[in-house]
């Protein structure tokens, strides 16, 4: 039996198991409650914990259940739109079918024009050889009279009006066998036709055969799912009945706080009759100890009162959310904004830590390369050693941030990732935010904040905030003076976690369609860019949150079984920088801890953007080279059945021409497009199976490429021993430049 026919017996026991399980939970409480009126009133606060645990543990289970009869109607859904779909079909074939009607008719027209036909062929043919005995006949009597004619010179005039006679005759012959010949053909034409109609029209028959019983079958499940849904709705409406009786219990608990605190006054009243009774020091002190040990139980009791109150605020929020999973469900979701007098705008108005711990002042305008160089520094200042390569391939990534909008430091845990955009921020004199990605962030608003539906307004992130106060053209509106002239580099921590798609992917597609960088960007190019936060009833709309080209992405992420990979709309818009496992480990083996520099103040958003050059900056013959290299990558991609588009086309130019240039003020164009070939191509590769088709040949051209054309021997020697190692899918670890 397939999923589909036993879909309804699973649903009629899930039914029933639901039934049982209500039933047992009303006879305990039942019960339990039975049990509690026989209590003095003092006791029976003691098991309200653990009614409110069970009946948390309720509510969970409601909602777990609510989840799966949401999943089921989503199963019916889809199930419904497929037998829409072979509905439509079968409605299209007999359509084509009754189509073919006409031509049955026309089929057995031409049967009955066939059989015709072929008496006509009979008979032509009985004409065509009659004929032909004519023509012979006629061209033997011509061959006489021609001898005649010969033999006859005095008759020649008659034998030659014979013999044009002749001729006339055997060519109205010659055209009749040319008629007879065409009407031959078109008969042979039309039985060839007659039989292909007659084989399509069993292919048809066959067809509507198959789509009817699939028809019927998909209707069987249908009817089935339909079943299977009605009970689920039951099961829907008892629930709400449950949400519906907890919700007294905030009354019942405010009842028994009530009782208790009643109890209390009386306890406090017969302490103090008991201590007027008193007549002896005997009996004083024993009231003393007796007051004491009462205290300290009320004391207890207050600890407790307290815990029982959050329990139920908790219990009170838990049905709260309740509720609107439930209205969500129904379509009903949409709750009411701030107060009339709050527009909800202050969490967002807020200045962030990031943005407030660093001084205003701004840095004395510098060259790229020196400012390159403060970085090296503070990373040897700080212990951190890192390859030079390393530091200007990361530094050039984040320069083409409007084409490769996120920077990816990869690798095993402890080498450095994190370190590196940190010190780098602080040497170049960025704001810096750091983000720590958890398992469970799903959606945009883990990074930008959401909608508090008990307090009925916004509640923002710091990156929200460093957003509103980053942007230069004060999209948004909320910022008196917006810090635009300013630079922050935001750090997506163990960004692989959580599945980047479901969190990040919104946020990097807005990244990509922002417009190119200018003094004066238009609001409508901006608003189209921007993030629409969930500001819902304030008064102005949804607040529009403009990434603008100050802000600078970085993520790391641990290669390891505890993460996940990146997919290809991620990797076409990153710069996958691996670090590799390190072969020799600092005796020290930690960062040095020195005193941070801040006197430099902050870097100029102006002064940055001085040190981007376009792709007209790159000199013609060089910007040939540079595609020659890009069209055989293409091509070699290709082969590897991972092929790429004008994005990564782009990118790879924009990294050649932003590179650091040479002492000698020249691109180093070879080191460029080797440091491309290993952050955007052979991240691409991860999966591939080396020794299946043309994939084996490929790779040993990618190494071919690196020795001859870009003379990088260390990256194709690394990348040749990979490809010997008896391994069967690629996956690129890193280089270490110190070694190669």
Known sequence: MSMTEHYPLLTIVGTLLLALLIMAMAGVTWWFDVRLARLPQATRLEDLTQRNSALIGQITENQA??????????????????????????????????????????????????????????????????????KEAVESALKAAEDQLAGLPNNIGALRRDVEQLR????????????????????????????????????????????????????????????????????????????????????????????????????????????????????????????????????????????????????????????????????????????????????????????????????????????????????????????????????????????AQLTVLAGVSGTGKSLLPRRYAEAMGMSFLPMAVEPRWDSPQDLLGFYNYVEKRYRATDLARALVHMDPHNTSGLCGEPLGDRMLLVLLDEMNLARVEYYFSEFLSRLEIRPRWSADIGLEARHQAAMPLDTRGRKGGSVPLFPSHNVLFVGTMNDDESTLSLSDKVLDRSNVLQFPAPATFDPVGNERIVQTRSADGQIDFRNWRKWIRGSDRIDHTEAQKVQQVINRLADIMRRCGRPFGHRLNEAVMAYVVNHPKSTAGKLRIEEALADQVEFRILPKLRGVMIDEGDNGRALEDIVALLRGDLHDSGFANHLRDMLSCSISQFNWRGLDRNRS
Do not use: W
Request: negative net charge.
């Open 168 to 403: 006339g005759a055997r060519q109205q012959l010659e055209g009749e066998l040319a008629e007879l010949r065409n009407d031959r053909a078109t008969l042979t034409a039309a039985r060839e036709e007659t039989v292909l109609l007659t084989a399509r029209k069993a292919a048809l028959e066959e067809e509507l055969t198959r789509i009817t019983a699939q028809h019927e079958k998909q209707r069987a499940a249908r009817a089935g799912l339909e079943a299977g849904l009605a009970t689920m709705l039951e099961q829907k409406r008892a629930l709400q009945a449950d949400i519906a009786v907890l919700q007294p219990l905030r009354a019942e608990a405010q009842a028994l706080a009530a009782d208790r605190a009643q109890l209390m006054r009386e306890n406090e009243r017969f302490r103090d009759e008991r201590q007027g009774l008193a007549g002896t020091l005997g009996e004083a002190k024993a009231a003393v100890a007796d007051a004491q040990q009462e205290l300290t139980e009320l004391q207890a009791n207050i600890g407790d009162l307290q815990k029982i109150r959050q329990e139920v605020e908790a219990l009170a929020a838990c049905k709260a959310a309740l509720e609107l999973e439930i209205k969500k469900a129904q379509g009903q979701l949409g709750g009411p904004g701030p107060a009339a007098d709050d527009d909800g705008d202050d969490d967002l108005r807020r200045l962030p830590a990031c943005l407030a711990i660093h001084g205003t002042t701004p840095r004395p305008v510098q060259e790229e390369s020196a400012a390159i160089e403060e970085v090296r520094k503070n990373l040897s200042q700080h212990g951190l050693q890192y390859h030079p390569r390393t530091v200007d391939a990361f530094h050039t990534s984040l320069k083409i941030n409007e084409v």
């Open 65 to 134: 259940e609510l989840a799966e009869i949401q999943r089921r109607i989503l199963d019916r859904d889809r199930i419904a739109a497929e037998v829409a779909a072979l509905t439509h079909q079968l409605e299209a074939v007999r359509a084509e079918m009754a189509a073919m009607a006409d031509t049955e008719l026309q089929i057995e027209e031409l049967k009955r024009r066939a059989a015709d036909t072929a008496l006509q062929d009979a008979e032509i043919r009985q004409q065509l050889e009659a004929r032909k005995a004519e």
